[in-house]
C-alpha cells in the first residue's frame, strides 16, 4: 500500500444474492416474498395459459432450511438458515424456489471480476461479499464506490452495497447500514455516532454465547461495551478476548488484507491428434500457437499477473520434450508480445534431427502483479516476427 493515500478498505456485500440471481430468471416474481431453499423444492413450470407456475412456501413438507430470501420476505420475518417449515408459519404465501448453486457461482465470478476493473487488491470472503483494498487509488470514496456498484451492475444487472472505511471490521459493519443499494462512508471519527449505537452483534466475531453473556452484563450496544473498564470485561471474559472487544468497539482493527496466492507459473498446451510435421504441417502448427497465446492472454488477465518470462514446450514424436525460456525487461501479458518472446524461444529448439511434434505448449513464469507493474504501459522490446518454423 502506498503511503501517500490513508488505508481505505472496501466492504462489497452483493444484496440478497442467491435470490437475485433467480430473478434475472424469474423476472415476474419482482417485488414479491420470495424464498430459495430445500433440496425437494420443485423448479417452476409452464402452466396451460403460457405462465409459469411457482411452488408457494405454505405447501412445504420436509427438513430444509432457507438458503436466502428477499427483502419481501424478511419483512416477514424470513432469513436464511431458518427451517423452511418454520418459514412456512411465518410466510406462507410467498414463493419457493429451488437453489442453483452453479448460477450463483457464474454470478460470483462476474462481479468479482467488474470489481477488480477498478481495484484488483480484493479478498473473497465467500461468494457474495468480498474486501476490496482501495489505498493505492487518487480518487475520492464517494467515485469509487460509485464506480464499484456500475461495474458490477453493468455486468450482472444486480445490487450491491459497499462501506468504505478505514479496516475490514468497521466495512462490514458499514456496508450493512444502508441496504439495500446503499453506500456507506465512515472514518474512525464517526464511531461514537454511527457505530455505537449498533447492538454489540454487529461485530463479526461476537457469537451467540458471547452475544448473550454481554446482555446477562447489561452491555447491549457497542458503545456500552467500549465505555466499559477494561478490568470488568476481563473478569468475565478472560484477557485476550476482553482486549479484543475494548479494540474493536472502538473501531480499531489492523487484520491486513488476505489475497488469493499467487499463481507461479501459468502454461498452456496441447497434444495433437497426430504428429506435426514442421514445415508440411506449418500452418497448423502457426495456427495452434496463436490460440495457445491467445488463451494465456486471457489466463494473466483473469489473475491479474504479468510475465517476465515466456517458455515454450515442444514433444517430439518420439516423446522426447525439450523447453526453452526467454525472459523480457517489462513483464508482459498481451497476445502480440506473447507470441513475439514465444517466437523467439521456439528458435532455440532444436529441430535439426526431430520434424514433428505431438505436443506444444506455452508457459509465463517470473509473475508479477499487476498492481505492482509501474512500467505496465510500456511496450515489449519489438521482436522479429519471422516465422519460427523455418528450419
Known sequence: MSNAWPRRIAHLD?????????????????????????????PPVMGPDGQRQFARLGAYTGRGVVTTSTYEARTF???????????????????????????YKHYSRLFKAAVATVSDRIESRGIDEIYIDLSHLPESSEILAQQLKARVFDATGLYCSVGITPNKLLSKIASDLNKPNGITILGIEDVPDRIWPLSINKINGVGPKAYAKLHALGLHTIGEVAQTAPEFL???????YASWLAQVCQ??????????????SISRET?????????????????VFDALCARLEQDLQRQHVRALTIGVKVRYADFKTVTRDVSVEWPIWQQ??????????LR???????????????KASNLRDEADCVQLGAEPEQLSLDAFWSV
Open 251 to 264: 473501531g480499531h482493527d489492523e487484520r491486513p488484507m488476505v489475497y488469493a496466492s499467487q499463481p507461479k
Open 336 to 345: 502480440q508480445a506473447l507470441q513475439q518472446t514465444a517466437r523467439q524461444a
Open 77 to 103: 420475518g424470513v432469513f436464511s438458515a431458518m427451517g423452511l417449515m418454520k418459514a412456512a408459519q411465518l410466510a406462507p404465501d410467498a414463493y419457493l424456489l429451488p437453489a442453483d448453486f452453479e448460477s
Open 348 to 362: 532455440r529448439v532444436p529441430f535439426d534431427q526431430q520434424l514433428s511434434v505431438r505436443l506444444l505448449g506455452i
Open 271 to 287: 497434444t495433437f491428434e497426430r504428429n506435426l510435421h514442421i514445415r508440411r504441417d506449418r500452418a497448423q502448427l502457426s495456427a
Open 234 to 240: 476481563q473478569e468475565h471474559f478472560g484477557l485476550s
Open 14 to 42: 452483493m444484496d440478497a444474492f442467491f435470490a437475485s440471481v433467480e430473478l434475472l430468471r424469474y423476472p415476474e416474481l419482482r417485488g414479491l416474498p420470495v424464498v430459495v431453499g430445500g433440496r425437494t423444492t420443485p
